[in-house]
């Protein structure tokens, strides 16, 4: 791994080496001579004479200026450079990320606005205690919905959120299936205006179905029943929602 010095260090090390050797060659002019003439040849080729008078008691004087400014020095610092990975975990650390805070269940919490009478059906443990509920897949749900298909004959409901909530998490599966092959699309929409759609069937395992909804105000979830389907019944279980 390279090492690299900072500019101050580096102005640090030579004003050291500078000062080491003006040390030297006071200390020369000292042991020979106490009246010094110095000359300096000019530009114009005339030299410039500069008498040092009394020289031991300017060097002792100059001396101690150099001894002083020598204790001043620090050694460089060498600086190690960044890896990517330290590089990558101190963005990490600055970026902060926040999490969405459960409100409640989504029956409990908001407003139903519209709903297909007689095939659609809202679940609170709230409301029944424990005395209304649906399975899907040998697992109890006491709170969600469930929405009934038949062939021709669609469900649906709407939620009015206002643009107050972020997003809203449950279980979807399918709660039963007398007759046909029982596949129905799922869609939704946001304002009125259609999500991509999902085929629901009657074998499929329960999963997690997480609805973004920030700056939504109105959810519309509808089930279509598919050119075969009977009659099917399809839930959302534990569905709650968060700001």
């Known amino acids: 791994m390279k090492k690299r010095w900072s500019t101050l ?4 090390s030579i004003l050291a080496s500078v000062l080491g050797i003006l040390s030297v060659v006071f200390g020369v002019l000292y042991n020979n001579a106490k009246n010094v003439t110095v000359e300096i040849e000019q530009a ?49 650390t600055s970026t902060s990320t926040t999490d969405p805070i459960l409100v409640g269940y989504l029956i409990d919490v908001v407003s139903q606005k519209d709903w297909e009478k007689g095939r659609y059906l809202p679940r609170s443990s709230k409301e029944s205690g424990k005395t ?11 709170d969600g919905c469930t929405w009934d298909v038949s062939y ?38 946001f304002d009125e205006v259609l999500q991509p759609e999902m085929e629901l069937k009657p074998d499929m395992k329960n999963r997690p179905w997480v609805i973004k909804v920030a700056g939504v105000h109105e959810l519309k979830i509808k089930l ?15 569905v709650t929602i968060y700001k």
């Open 9 to 12: 260090d580096t102005v640090l």
């Open 132 to 142: 209304d509920y649906f399975e899907m897949k040998g697992k109890t749900f006491y």
């Open 44 to 92: 114009d080729g005339k030299p410039l004479e500069i008498k040092v008078v009394d020289f031991p008691e300017k060097y002792n004087e100059l001396l101690s200026k150099i001894e002083f400014l020598e204790s001043k020095i620090e050694e460089p610092t060498i600086r190690e450079p960044e890896t990517s990975s330290e590089t990558q975990a101190s963005s990490q």
């Open 152 to 189: 021709g004959c669609d469900s649906y409901s709407v939620y009015t959120l206002n643009g107050n909530y972020t997003e809203i998490s449950g279980t979807l599966g399918c709660v039963s299936s007398s007759s046909g092959d029982g596949s129905v699309r799922l869609l939704y929409f």
């Open 224 to 238: 279509v029943s598919g050119a075969h389907a009977t009659y099917a019944t399809y839930g959302y279980g534990d």
